[in-house]
């Protein structure tokens, strides 16, 4: 069985950037921390999305996320822009 990872994930629409990406590890109290701060942060800034994902890596995050990942977004766009 694999050990569930903590990756906090910033993410700005209107710069279309990530802004922060932070890998916790298994620590769920740092990490729900971390979360809670940004998500104080960023209150009155709806283009900012704060995520807390739990994953076996970020290679797997990168993929059921990949909206926040400068390539996924570049493919989401391309794919749309193509009519496909």
């Known amino acids: 069985m694999s050990t569930i990872k903590n990756f906090l994930l910033v993410f ?3 710069k ?3 802004l922060e990406q932070v890998d ?3 620590d769920i109290d740092r990490a729900t921390q971390a979360y809670a ?3 104080e942060q960023y209150l009155d800034n709806h283009r900012v999305d704060i995520v807390l994902v739990g994953s076996d890596s970020l ?3 990168k993929v059921t996320h990949s909206t926040y990942f400068v390539d996924g977004a570049r493919s989401l766009i391309d ?3 193509s009519g496909s």
């Open 37 to 39: 701060q940004m998500e």
């Open 12 to 14: 700005d629409h209107a």
């Open 16 to 18: 279309n950037e990530l």
């Open 24 to 26: 916790f590890g298994t």
């Open 79 to 81: 794919l749309a822009l």
């Open 59 to 61: 290679e797997t995050v």
